[in-house]
């Protein structure tokens, strides 16, 4: 008796093991055609999940046959929760399509890592892509608009959860990002945004590359910094992020330089960047 009350609780929880190996807002990673899964015997396998944007961006994608359909152009962020959104494809001569863009909800890939090569996995057919929500690659769609992404999401069946009553344009391009200025509380130019750094199963934004230029005596060294730790201002004329940190830190500040980066995925390093930046804990919203 005792035997199968146990069994069905062990059969229970397998269940619901399985049901939360993807939650909503994380792309799904696989291992040579297999989803990472754990309890069974065999070597574990640490799979690398910090990725810099520009690493995304151009990486190859794939449709559940192995066919190369595209290629990642671009990334849409939600800054307020530093999440991917979507990623702008393109398909090149798949489907007849020609130069046309298409923004798909990160959600609806898949991450693989294969024996050769690691790719996105998009499960669509010809006839699908033809009738997706797409546009041309010099006319961007307001990616902040609700209606839009409204419209990307239905076609995708992905739901989204609402974030309240949002005012401001919350949501951007890496490429947009790339490049935006960063200043002190005190207005003073620290420098601006180089790289991000994802992790690409949650979706997430982790670090933000900060190049300092000048300042402080510094140099052209790079510095990432928690994305948490940053405000984003936006105004009638300007957008940049503010960082409230004193110079005297950032002289101190663990740097690299911009052609030797670290290895990102290293819990070990990410653990040494979030201590030291601990006090530095200013929301990145408007």
Same mark, same amino acid.
């Given at each position: 008796?005792?035997? $199968? =009350?146990?069994?069905?609780?062990?059969?229970?929880?397998?269940?619901?093991?399985?049901?939360?190996?993807?939650?909503?807002?994380?792309? /799904?990673?696989?291992?040579? +055609?297999?989803?990472?899964?754990?309890?069974?015997? +065999?070597?574990?396998?640490?799979?690398?999940?910090?990725?810099?944007?520009?690493?995304?961006?151009?990486?190859?994608?794939?449709? @559940?046959? +192995?066919? #190369? =359909?595209?290629?990642?152009?671009?990334?849409?962020?939600?800054?307020?929760?530093?999440?991917?959104? %979507?990623?702008?494809?393109?398909?090149?001569?798949?489907?007849?399509?020609?130069?046309?863009?298409?923004?798909?909800?990160?959600?609806?890939?898949?991450? /693989?890592?294969?024996? @050769?090569?690691?790719?996105?996995?998009? #499960?669509?057919?010809?006839?699908?892509?033809?009738?997706?929500?797409?546009?041309?690659?010099?006319?961007?769609?307001?990616?902040?608009?609700? @209606? *839009?992404?409204?419209?990307?999401?239905?076609? &995708?069946?992905?739901?989204?959860?609402?974030?309240?009553?949002?005012?401001?344009?919350?949501?951007? $391009?890496?490429?947009?990002?790339?490049?935006?200025?960063? /200043?002190?509380?005190?207005?003073?130019?620290?420098?601006?945004?180089?790289?991000?750094?994802?992790?690409?199963?949650?979706?997430?934004?982790? &670090?933000?590359?900060?190049?300092?230029?000048?300042?402080?005596?510094?140099?052209?060294?790079?510095?990432?910094?928690?994305?948490?730790?940053?405000?984003?201002?936006?105004?009638?004329?300007? /957008?940049?992020?503010?960082?409230?940190?004193?110079?005297?830190?950032? @002289?101190?500040?663990?740097?690299? #330089?911009?052609?030797?980066?670290?290895?990102?995925?290293?819990?070990? *390093?990410?653990? #040494?960047?979030?201590?030291? %930046?601990?006090?530095?804990?200013?929301?990145?919203?408007?």
């Amino acid at each position: 008796m005792h035997k $199968r =009350i146990w069994l069905a609780m062990l059969m229970a929880f397998a269940s619901v093991l399985a049901f939360a190996g993807t939650l909503p807002g994380q792309v /799904r990673v696989e291992i040579g +055609g297999r989803a990472n899964e754990t309890g069974r015997e +065999g070597a574990k396998v640490d799979v690398a999940h910090s990725f810099r944007s520009s690493h995304i961006i151009g990486m190859r994608v794939h449709n @559940k046959d +192995g066919k #190369d =359909i595209g290629k990642i152009e671009d990334l849409v962020i939600g800054l307020a929760k530093g999440d991917i959104r %979507y990623a702008a494809l393109s398909f090149g001569g798949f489907a007849g399509i020609g130069t046309k863009y298409f923004a798909v909800p990160w959600e609806a890939m898949t991450f /693989r890592f294969g024996e @050769k090569d690691r790719h996105f996995v998009f #499960d669509v057919t010809e006839e699908q892509l033809k009738n997706a929500p797409g546009f041309d690659t010099s006319n961007w769609p307001n990616v902040a608009d609700p @209606k *839009w992404s409204t419209s990307v999401d239905k076609y &995708y069946k992905v739901e989204r959860s609402a974030g309240g009553n949002v005012t401001y344009d919350d949501a951007y $391009r890496v490429s947009t990002i790339k490049g935006m200025k960063v /200043r002190n509380e005190a207005g003073k130019d620290l420098g601006y945004i180089d790289e991000l750094v994802f992790d690409i199963r949650s979706g997430k934004v982790n &670090y933000a590359a900060l190049a300092y230029g000048s300042f402080a005596g510094l140099g052209g060294k790079l510095f990432a910094v928690p994305f948490h730790a940053f405000k984003f201002h936006h105004d009638a004329d300007n /957008r940049f992020f503010v960082l409230n940190i004193s110079e005297d830190k950032l @002289k101190a500040a663990p740097g690299f #330089d911009s052609n030797k980066w670290p290895d990102t995925a290293d819990p070990n *390093w990410s653990r #040494d960047v979030d201590r030291y %930046y601990e006090d530095v804990r200013t929301a990145a919203k408007p």
